[in-house]
């Protein structure tokens, strides 16, 4: 492509962006594909001679685009929300362009040293304690596993790395309400997801700390160790929140590493108001927050802090020869500080996003969520026909079909075609997840540009369907 070509196939392609998040809303929120759809589409070998710009580009618009769920559309309340924004948009289009691998400070100082600023600005924004140090990472699942990895090399002294395992059964402990990217690091780390120690909830489906005290003072009877708490803040399923000032007293008293999964939830940190949230979060060891899902940051950006930085290195750093530079006893090296060696250069987008809305832009954006979050449970506590099954302390309303003249298997049936009916629509794109065994419809506030006119039309929708059922039954 010569750059000419480039210069021409890059403004159309901008314009068609532009257009896109113009139109965005007119478009099914969730993707009406059957499976192997797309695929069938597409030639099932690569071209031998290279192909115009012009006839890909269109092939992404007539064969990629259908197969596209939107998750910018503003009634995208699946899920969390995996939001992008206009000044994170251009920074990735600056991202790419650079092409820069940020795996050494040698390798783009301004990589390495904006990712450093960058983090000091999450610590004034949230309130974090001073003596924490963040990294970018992947994603929340990278962070919990390198908060296990760092735990478990910190508590063998740091011989792990070199002998493998030599503790008997090391020991995590998390609610019964935990993200599943717990079970997998544990699986990864070679501690054994049966040493996940899953604590039952209470009835806001946060953790119990009186069964967490028990669960860990009966594996030290029985010759365990513990290692780790994972505390949730904003739970996946309800965004309950675990009451961390009674975790953290437990920790302390057994020593052990207290890790706060906020991935959602973190960024609501911003607004003071929220802080209670997090009360005692001095005293643990990490913390992992997402700005690629409520912070407006598109995919990928997860922060993570550490309190011990000396331990996430030593658990981490390899030196090579070839990586090996005369400043590095002067810089961060952030190839050090976890799994992966190479590193995008995603403090770029970060800077861009807080800059273009600055803090206040930020924390209206994330106030108007809580409020038409507040609003909406208002709403479904209103309606005759839908029950509440959760406090809605965040962003995340869930609810489902409420009869006495029914039973619960048959509520179950009509929550799930709810479900589908709204989904199907193509108006609003809206996800389950099952709590006592009821089927519960979650309903999440957090898009970029969603505003009190989705919600209406959101509610709109639910009554017409939840009418027509009624009178069907
Ligand atoms: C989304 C989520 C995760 C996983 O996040 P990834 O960035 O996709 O790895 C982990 N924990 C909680 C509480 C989450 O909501």
């Not at 929120?29 to 890909?56: F, H, N, Y």
Request: proline share 4%.
């Amino acid at each position: 492509m010569t750059n000419e070509h480039f210069r021409k196939s890059a403004h159309e392609i901008v314009d068609w962006m532009a257009d896109y998040m113009e139109n965005v809303e007119q478009l099914p929120v969730k993707s009406q594909v059957e499976p192997g759809e797309i695929k069938a589409k597409l030639p099932s070998t690569p071209p031998q001679a290279g192909e115009e710009m012009d006839a890909i580009f269109n092939d992404f618009k007539k064969i990629i685009m259908p197969g596209i769920t939107h998750w910018q559309h503003p009634s995208f309340h699946a899920y969390f929300p995996g939001n992008s924004s206009k000044p994170s948009v251009l920074a990735e289009m600056l991202t790419a362009t650079l092409g820069v691998q940020a795996m050494i400070w040698n390798t783009s100082p301004s990589a390495a040293e904006l990712e450093e600023q960058m983090m000091e600005w999450f610590k004034s924004m949230m309130a974090l304690p001073s003596n924490w140090t963040g990294s970018i990472q992947n994603g929340a699942s990278d962070s919990t596993l390198n908060a296990i990895l760092t735990a478990r090399e910190k508590i063998s002294g740091f011989t792990t790395n070199k002998e493998g395992i030599t503790h008997n059964k090391l020991r995590v402990y998390c609610s019964e309400q935990a993200h599943s990217s717990v079970d997998k690091a544990m699986a990864i780390a070679g501690l054994g997801k049966n040493n996940l120690v899953k604590i039952a909830v209470d009835e806001t489906f946060a953790l119990n700390p009186i069964e967490l005290e028990k669960s860990i003072q009966q594996d030290v009877t029985n010759g365990l160790t513990p290692l780790m708490v994972v505390a949730a803040i904003g739970t996946t399923g309800t965004t309950a929140i675990d009451p961390l000032p009674k975790i953290a007293l437990i920790t302390e008293k057994h020593k052990l590493w207290l890790h706060i999964d906020a991935a959602l939830a973190g960024t609501a940190l911003i607004l003071p108001e929220m802080r209670w949230m997090v009360q005692g979060l001095e005293k643990a060891d990490s913390l992992v927050f997402n700005p690629h899902k409520w912070m407006f940051t598109n995919f990928d950006a997860s922060v993570y802090f550490v309190k011990d930085k000396a331990a996430l290195i030593n658990t981490f750093a390899e030196s090579p020869e070839y990586l090996k530079t005369k400043e590095d006893s002067q810089v961060t090296n952030y190839r050090d500080w976890g799994v992966p060696l190479g590193r995008r250069f995603r403090a770029l987008k970060l800077w861009f996003v807080i800059r273009n809305f600055g803090v206040e832009k930020l924390q209206k954006k994330i106030r108007l969520h809580l409020q038409l979050s507040q609003n909406f449970k208002k709403w479904i506590e209103e309606f005759p026909q839908l029950e509440l099954m959760a406090p809605v302390d965040l962003n995340t309303i869930c609810f489902r079909f409420a009869d006495l003249s029914k039973t619960k298997e048959e509520l179950n049936v009509l929550s799930e075609q709810l479900l589908e009916q709204i989904n199907d629509s193509g108006k609003a794109y809206l996800t389950h997840t099952k709590l006592n065994d009821w089927f519960t419809i979650r309903l999440v506030i957090g898009q970029t540009n969603v505003t009190s006119t989705h919600i209406s039309n959101i509610k709109k929708l639910i009554s017409e369907l939840v009418e027509s059922t009624v009178f069907q039954t």
